[in-house]
Each structure stands twice: as C-alpha cells, then as structure tokens.
C-alpha cells in the first residue's frame, strides 16, 4: 500500500506538471494578449503592464518563473480583477461549485444505482425497456441541451423554478438536473449491467436455492458486488461535474469556478487560467487515487501495483 501510495505521488507530480506546461505554452500560442482588448488605454500603458507582470520577457523565462512561483503555491496576481490574487479567486469561487458538484453527484448515485437494479430485476418487461431509453437519452443529450430545455420549459414557459444564480434551494434545481443527468444515466446502465452480471454467478443461484428470499440475496449478496464498477466510475464522474459545470455554471449565472474559469478565457486572463487549470488537474488526480485505495478496502482481493 505504501509503494503505491509513493507510486501515484510521483506519478501524480508528473501529470500536473505535463497539465501545466501543455497549458502554459498553448494559451500563449493563441494570438493577442491580456491588454488587447483595452483599447482605451495607450500602447505605453500596454507596455508598462507587460512589464508589472512579466510578460515582455522571452516565452520560456515566464515559464520558468511562473512554475517555480507555482511550486510554492504561489500562482500570482488576476491579470483583469486588479489587485486580488489567483488563490483569492479560486478559495471564494470553488466552494460553490464543489456544494453544486457535490449535491449533483449525490443524486446521480442515489437516483442511478436504483434505476439499475430495477431494470436488472426486471429484464425484458416494460420496465427494464423504459428505464434503457430514459439512460440512453441522459447518455445522448450533452448538458447545454438539456438546460436550454430545462430553462424554457420549467423557467420560461411553466415559469415555476428560477433560472440565474443560487439565492435559494429552489436555484439549485434546474443546475443540478442539468449537471447530474448524463451521469446518472450511466451509473444506470453500468449498475444493471453490472447486476445483470452479478445475479448469473453460481453463489447467487445457491442462496436462492436455500431458500434466501430475493431482496434478501440483492442487498446481502448482489448489491456489494455489482455496485464495484460504480464506485470505478466516481472519479471520471467527480471530474466530469468539476468541468461540467463550466457550461452549466455560465448558462445559469452562477458564481463558481467554472465560470470564472469560462471567462477568464475569454478574458485572457493567463494567471487565473493556468492556476485553475492546476488546481482542478490536482483535484482529479488525488480524487481518482482516493478512489482507487477505497476500492481496495471494499474488495481486498484487487492488487494495487
């Protein structure tokens, strides 16, 4: 357990460190600047604010300095919000989005490993047939559409959920629909597959046979087996509501991270881009390393190498 542990350390230092260079050199390879667009403001300006922040120096000096002052934590100063600090933005912004992340994943688990185990149990009927379409669309429909859909229909036409920020339990609505639909479509299928698996194994056939009732055999037997792949899938899902709400967090004017992080790509706000980009990246990876350790004390017959 500890040479893995040290295993993904390493490996987990490497990847950021792929994350940010990648980042670094391809957000400065697309045309024009951070003072660009401020026309308002002289060409002397311009060079002078290059120079407060270090971008009239050659491009691999600014990396070399930006991922030094990295490695301490220090990820700088907003290049458009004057004055405040890149950490400032993502410790007032990031709670937001973790609570909306977090509720939508609570949801897709609590709504999708159900569903599965209905449609498993039910194989063949109506049941089963319906709850493989509902996935299906959930897997289909990216999450712009469904909160183009879910504002006009619940926001617009039936006028009965808000549509813009997160003032009220209510707000939290539409966003969390929007953010944890695909994912609970796919813990559906991945459960009823996994279910569907599970309940042809031999050990299932004997409990049934002595006489232990089906519920019994599901929650006792089938459920803790068939519910492994599910728990693989938290940590792609986990990223996946972290970078999903991007669009999702921009559509319904909320105020998390991601869409600070939306705009501050349009905003070519360098610093802020490259910080969140990190922070996220670290995110994921120590999410997924968490998950896979747990996996192991759920089955202690998986080898962690």
């Known amino acids: 357990m500890i040479k893995y542990v040290i295993k993904r350390i390493i490996l987990a230092v490497m990847t950021i460190f792929v994350v940010a260079t990648i980042t670094f050199f391809l957000m400065n390879m697309v045309p024009g600047g951070p003072f660009v667009a401020e026309k308002s403001i002289s060409a002397q300006a311009q060079a002078a604010l290059h120079e407060k922040f270090g971008l009239d120096k050659p491009l691999i000096v600014q990396y070399k300095n930006?991922?030094?002052s990295a490695a301490q934590g220090d990820f700088g100063l907003s290049l458009k919000q004057r004055g405040r600090t890149v950490?400032?933005?993502?410790?007032?912004?990031f709670p937001v989005s973790a609570?909306?992340?977090?509720?939508?994943?609570?949801?897709?688990?609590?709504?999708?490993?159900?569903?599965?185990?209905i449609a498993a149990l039910n194989r063949g009927k109506w049941l089963d047939d319906l709850i493989i379409v509902i996935a299906t669309c959930g897997i289909a429909f990216?999450?712009?559409?469904?909160?183009?859909?879910?504002m006009y229909v619940f926001g617009v036409y039936l006028g009965v959920l808000p549509t813009m920020g997160l003032t009220t339990p209510a707000h939290y609505i539409l966003p969390v629909f929007a953010l944890s639909f695909y994912p609970?479509?796919?813990?559906?299928?991945?459960m009823r597959s996994s279910m569907l698996d599970?309940?042809?194994q031999d050990y299932m056939r004997t409990a049934r046979a002595k006489g232990l009732s089906q519920m019994k055999s599901l929650f006792?037997?089938?459920l803790r087996n068939a519910i492994l792949p599910v728990i693989t899938y938290v940590g792609p899902m986990l990223a996946f509501t972290l970078t999903g709400s991007f669009i999702v967090e921009k559509i319904f004017v909320i105020p998390g991270l991601g869409g600070q992080f939306v705009s501050s790509i349009v905003n070519r706000d360098y610093t802020v881009i490259m910080g969140t980009t990190i922070f996220?990246?670290?995110?994921?990876i120590t999410i997924n390393a968490l998950i896979d350790i747990l996996y192991k004390f759920i089955d202690p017959r998986i080898q962690l190498k």
């Open 66 to 68: 930006y991922m030094l």
């Open 142 to 150: 990216p999450s712009f559409v469904i909160c183009t859909v879910g």
């Open 99 to 117: 609570k909306l992340g977090g509720i939508a994943v609570l949801a897709a688990l609590s709504i999708g490993i159900p569903l599965g185990s």
């Open 198 to 200: 599970v309940i042809g």
């Open 220 to 222: 006792k037997h089938a």
């Open 87 to 93: 950490t400032d933005i993502i410790v007032s912004k």
């Open 280 to 284: 996220l990246a670290t995110l994921v």
């Open 184 to 190: 609970t479509a796919y813990i559906t299928r991945l």
